[in-house]
């Protein structure tokens, strides 16, 4: 069996996350904004598709999908009973999305959904295995040529520092020099970014065609790429 870690977000970090997160990645809002536009236009033949969030956390990115279009069937998982509490305030009034404790390995193995997404997951994860499981576990569960988005902290630990530097400049005020410096250790040291180039291979590996770069953001990069259909190959 393939090593699985999990982040656990609870406590303070659930409580937090959704202040934290837009101070600590200015671009993340206007990001997800695009994100059910692109999945639109991936999804065009498809009036009524269903929509995996992996990592659902307190369910925005659920919650963008849900109000842009009430055709679209959302399962959001997250292991975190926490983040998930925070994401049923905000997604009980739609009836189309269902929320399910678990990493997406627990999930019912058949290609159910026609697109994933999987936003600021995969650096909690370390490379030896960690990482292309999770990968192979959303591609199990997409249909031939389902569309999967990526979010993710990306780059080596040089240009972390260099992109780090840059994006401090854009921390709240109130973010004190100690809070600065414990950040940046966690983000260029402690977590597992993906190198550039790296996550391209994991996803091939993982049996999807070659990824495109669409959102760039100091430390944070977005990519999309399709499940390889049998017998072809689709590449950007
Ligand atoms: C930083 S939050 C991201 C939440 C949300 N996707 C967003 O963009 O706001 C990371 C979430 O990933 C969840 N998580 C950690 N390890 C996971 C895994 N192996 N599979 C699925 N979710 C995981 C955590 O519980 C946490 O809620």
Not at 134 to 159: C, H, V
Request: hydrophobic fraction near 40%; charge should be positive; include cysteine.
């Amino acid at each position: 069996m393939e090593p699985k870690h999990i982040e656990i977000f609870k406590g303070q970090k659930a409580t937090d996350y959704d202040r934290f997160i837009t101070e600590l990645f200015p671009s993340y809002s206007l990001f997800k904004q695009s994100v059910p536009k692109i999945l639109k236009q991936q999804l065009a033949t498809n009036i009524k598709p269903k929509i995996l969030v992996a990592g659902c956390g307190t369910g925005n990115e659920a919650k963008l999908l849900v109000q842009y279009n009430q055709y679209w069937y959302i399962d959001a998982c997250d292991p975190s009973e926490e983040m998930l509490a925070f994401a049923k305030t905000k997604l009980t009034p739609y009836k189309k999305v269902r929320l399910i404790k678990g990493t997406v390995d627990e999930l019912e193995l058949k290609e159910s959904y026609e697109a994933a997404t999987l936003f600021l997951v995969l650096h909690f994860l370390i490379d030896e295995g960690s990482k292309l499981a999770l990968i192979k576990d959303i591609a199990q569960r997409l249909k031939p040529g389902g569309t999967l988005l990526l979010f993710y902290i990306s780059g080596g630990e040089k240009e972390l520092l260099d992109t780090f530097a840059i994006q401090s400049a854009l921390f709240p005020e109130y973010w004190s020099p100690k809070d600065i410096a414990e950040r940046k250790i966690r983000i260029t040291k402690r977590l597992h970014a993906i190198p550039n180039g790296r996550c391209e291979e994991l996803l091939q590996e993982a049996g999807f065609a070659k990824a495109a770069k669409f959102h760039q953001f100091t430390i944070c990069s977005a990519w999309i790429t399709t499940k390889i259909q049998n017998n072809s190959c689709l590449h950007y």
